[in-house]
């Protein structure tokens, strides 16, 4: 693994040459490695106790025989489904791992649930036999909201329905000390992994919160482990393009602070398409802070080179035996066009540990260009509390805030701060405010279903190809726990299009596990959840429109891109 072979920088090589070599004199991989956190800031707080990751892969190694031991046991008794809890880096690797790597056959398969939408709870509520399933609760901080919920519904579920002590069929993995380390002991717990406290959820992808997933379908967490460990040893010689992280980190870092390039748009083939997400959140929580940011674009789908804007950086990723004539066409044409383009091919699927810990690197030697701490996320808890503080006004008057809109039609409403008398006035009013590198995110606080993003994937596209913009899209609550934090950390060139939709069907929300009294529901929960973030933005001075869609989320959808087409 060195510079990636397909990579074409134009007439932005020198500059990046001129960012290695400063990395090199600075001797940050050097400092990385010896955990000096003066590479990154003055002070030691969420620097210093956030390296643990450059150790994962051998301190993970002697746990195999446990993970593959309980693995062994849950196939033996007849589990056919694992079902993961959690929130950010406590369920993207994970969900890398369940779509990519190859599951061994008698294994259960895997499930991520990380949306509140009480139509997503309820589907795969009533898609798994809960007598046949085991349940991951997966939370660093032992405390968030979304997955001690979710915890809860499906705790009093158990109970309810199936035969046998219900802690039996769970499983923990937290920090010690944690909230859940408490409620496993509580609750009788089948199993709790405490992981080294000093790796952040985003960096996390080698530590417990992704090997006893990917290690309970079967898959070969050794291979990943030995992945993960090569790319660590071929990413701690001196920074130079030989350094594949440090290559790639300094590329970054140099392009967006210095070159305008900060819409890093990664390409992936099929196969490895579900990486997208992960490395999404890992360098938008990682960059978008103190003014600056490097925005991710994944899962945006391909188009012409000439809808690309010259703040573009292109990152393909493929495996070595997969054929992708039309990526490759259109890459052609962007280094043409004098695009820098970056092309990483992988061996295996397993290679994406090593993978993982190249990005790792890279996003934390880029913090280092943009001049910030890649370890902390000042923003994120702007939307909680906005969010924690809707839900008590819930508990006080029995509704949540109220926002009038600015006009409807049929059973579209918009909320806007303009004053046009119509939804698609409205629409207009507030894209005409964009500008060239501004880029586009849609928030869904949506039932995630196939129908529902490739509805969303059009307006995706529609926007970008007339405003020549990069194109983001988010589930909520989810995208909270990924790019939530550049959304209100960077420079402010968002413009953000919040997507709600009423609630059919609802699920009540225990008050407590194994308890079947509850004074909220999941769609209360996401409504908040909304609110709060829809707040948090306003309050960050961020341009910002608020659609809701009524009670037929695809119906709604449709009129929407006939209003924006």
Same mark, same amino acid.
């Not at 003055?42 to 390296?51: F, Q």
């Not at 990917?214 to 030989?242: F, M």
């Not at 508990?395 to 109220?402: I, K, R, T």
């Not at 509805?455 to 020549?468: A, E």
């Given at each position: 693994?060195?510079?990636?072979?397909?990579?074409?920088?134009?007439?932005?090589?020198?500059?990046?040459?001129?960012?290695?070599?400063?990395?090199?004199?600075?001797?940050?991989?050097?400092?990385?490695?010896?955990?000096?956190? +003066? &590479?990154?800031?003055?002070?030691?707080?969420?620097?210093?106790?956030?390296?643990?990751?450059?150790?994962?892969?051998? +301190?993970?190694?002697? %746990?195999? $025989?446990?993970?593959?031991? @309980?693995?062994?046991?849950?196939?033996? %008794?007849?589990?056919?489904?694992?079902? @993961?809890?959690?929130?950010?880096?406590?369920?993207?690797?994970?969900?890398?791992?369940?779509?990519?790597?190859?599951?061994? #056959?008698?294994?259960?398969?895997?499930?991520?649930?990380?949306?509140?939408?009480?139509?997503?709870?309820?589907?795969?509520?009533?898609?798994?036999?809960?007598?046949? +399933?085991?349940?991951?609760?997966?939370?660093?901080?032992?405390?968030?909201?979304?997955?001690?919920?979710?915890?809860?519904?499906?705790?009093?579920?158990?109970?309810? #329905?199936?035969?046998?002590?219900?802690?039996?069929?769970?499983?923990?993995?937290?920090?010690?000390? /944690?909230?859940?380390?408490?409620?496993?002991?509580?609750?009788?717990?089948?199993?709790?992994?405490?992981?080294?406290?000093?790796?952040?959820?985003?960096?996390?992808?080698?530590?417990?919160?992704?090997?006893?997933?990917?290690?309970?379908?079967?898959?070969?967490?050794?291979?990943?482990?030995?992945?993960?460990?090569?790319?660590?040893?071929?990413?701690?010689?001196?920074?130079?393009?030989?350094?594949?992280?440090?290559?790639?980190?300094?590329?970054?870092?140099?392009?967006?602070?210095?070159?305008?390039?900060?819409? @890093?748009?990664?390409?992936?083939?099929?196969?490895?398409?579900?990486?997208?997400?992960?490395?999404?959140?890992?360098?938008?929580?990682?960059?978008?802070?103190?003014?600056?940011?490097?925005?991710?674009?994944?899962?945006?789908?391909?188009?012409?080179?000439?809808?690309?804007?010259?703040?573009?950086?292109?990152?393909?990723?493929?495996?070595?035996? %997969?054929?992708?004539?039309?990526? =490759?066409?259109?890459?052609?044409?962007?280094?043409?066009?004098?695009?820098?383009?970056?092309?990483?091919?992988?061996?295996?699927?397993?290679?994406?540990?090593?993978?993982?810990?190249?990005?790792?690197?890279?996003?934390? &030697?880029?913090?280092?260009?943009?001049?910030?701490?890649?370890?902390?996320? $000042?923003?994120?808890?702007?939307?909680?509390?906005?969010?924690? /503080?809707?839900?008590?006004?819930?508990?006080?008057?029995?509704?949540?805030?109220?926002?009038?809109?600015?006009?409807?039609?049929?059973?579209?409403?918009?909320?806007?701060?303009? =004053?046009?008398?119509?939804? #698609?006035?409205?629409?207009?009013?507030?894209?005409?405010?964009?500008?060239?590198?501004?880029?586009?995110?849609?928030?869904?606080?949506?039932?995630?279903?196939?129908?529902?993003?490739?509805?969303?994937?059009?307006?995706?596209?529609?926007?970008?190809?007339?405003?020549?913009?990069? +194109?983001?899209?988010?589930?909520?609550?989810?995208?909270?726990?990924?790019?939530?934090?550049?959304?209100?950390?960077?420079?402010? /060139?968002?413009?953000?299009?919040?997507?709600?939709?009423?609630?059919? #069907?609802?699920?009540?929300?225990?008050?407590?596990?194994?308890?079947?009294?509850?004074?909220?529901?999941?769609?209360?929960?996401?409504?908040?959840?909304?609110?709060?973030?829809?707040?948090?933005?306003?309050?960050?001075?961020?341009?910002?429109?608020?659609?809701?869609?009524?009670?037929?989320?695809?119906?709604?959808?449709?009129?929407?891109?006939?209003?924006?087409?």
């Amino acid at each position: 693994m060195i510079r990636p072979e397909g990579t074409s920088l134009g007439a932005y090589e020198p500059a990046v040459m001129s960012a290695l070599s400063d990395l090199r004199e600075k001797r940050a991989v050097e400092r990385m490695l010896e955990g000096d956190h +003066t &590479l990154w800031g003055p002070e030691p707080d969420e620097i210093a106790n956030r390296l643990g990751w450059l150790k994962s892969p051998e +301190t993970i190694r002697p %746990e195999l $025989p446990r993970l593959a031991k @309980l693995a062994d046991e849950l196939k033996a %008794e007849g589990t056919e489904h694992v079902l @993961l809890l959690g929130m950010g880096g406590s369920s993207l690797a994970p969900e890398v791992f369940g779509k990519t790597l190859p599951r061994k #056959e008698g294994y259960p398969d895997l499930t991520v649930l990380d949306s509140t939408d009480p139509e997503a709870v309820l589907r795969v509520a009533g898609r798994l036999d809960l007598a046949k +399933t085991v349940f991951i609760v997966s939370t660093k901080s032992g405390g968030t909201v979304e997955t001690f919920s979710l915890f809860k519904f499906f705790y009093e579920r158990v109970r309810a #329905e199936v035969e046998g002590e219900p802690g039996s069929r769970f499983i923990a993995i937290t920090d010690p000390g /944690s909230g859940l380390q408490e409620t496993a002991e509580r609750y009788a717990f089948r199993e709790t992994f405490l992981n080294d406290p000093d790796i952040g959820g985003r960096y996390s992808a080698l530590s417990f919160f992704g090997t006893v997933p990917a290690a309970l379908i079967g898959a070969d967490v050794g291979k990943l482990l030995d992945s993960g460990a090569a790319a660590l040893r071929e990413c701690s010689t001196p920074a130079s393009e030989t350094n594949p992280g440090a290559f790639l980190g300094g590329a970054m870092g140099e392009l967006a602070a210095h070159q305008g390039r900060d819409k @890093l748009t990664f390409l992936a083939s099929p196969a490895l398409e579900p990486f997208g997400p992960w490395v999404e959140q890992l360098i938008a929580e990682s960059t978008g802070k103190d003014g600056v940011g490097i925005l991710p674009v994944a899962e945006e789908p391909e188009g012409p080179a000439e809808v690309y804007g010259e703040d573009r950086v292109f990152v393909k990723l493929a495996l070595r035996e %997969e054929e992708t004539p039309g990526t =490759d066409a259109l890459l052609r044409e962007l280094r043409e066009a004098g695009h820098p383009v970056v092309e990483i091919l992988l061996d295996s699927e397993h290679d994406l540990g090593g993978e993982m810990m190249r990005w790792e690197v890279a996003t934390a &030697l880029a913090g280092e260009r943009l001049g910030i701490n890649p370890f902390d996320q $000042p923003n994120v808890e702007s939307a909680k509390v906005q969010a924690r /503080s809707m839900l008590a006004a819930y508990q006080e008057e029995g509704a949540l805030p109220q926002l009038q809109p600015t006009a409807t039609d049929g059973q579209l409403a918009v909320f806007s701060e303009g =004053d046009a008398p119509d939804v #698609e006035g409205a629409l207009k009013e507030f894209f005409a405010r964009a500008q060239a590198g501004d880029y586009v995110a849609l928030q869904a606080y949506l039932p995630p279903n196939e129908a529902t993003t490739e509805r969303l994937q059009g307006i995706r596209v529609g926007l970008r190809d007339r405003l020549r913009l990069a +194109t983001t899209l988010g589930y909520g609550p989810r995208f909270l726990h990924s790019t939530g934090q550049l959304h209100k950390g960077d420079g402010g /060139s968002g413009l953000f299009v919040q997507l709600t939709a009423d609630h059919p #069907e609802d699920a009540d929300i225990p008050d407590e596990a194994g308890s079947s009294h509850s004074s909220v529901t999941f769609g209360v929960l996401i409504d908040a959840q909304a609110l709060g973030d829809r707040q948090a933005l306003l309050d960050n001075d961020r341009r910002f429109v608020r659609v809701h869609l009524g009670g037929d989320v695809e119906g709604g959808l449709d009129r929407l891109a006939q209003m924006l087409d």
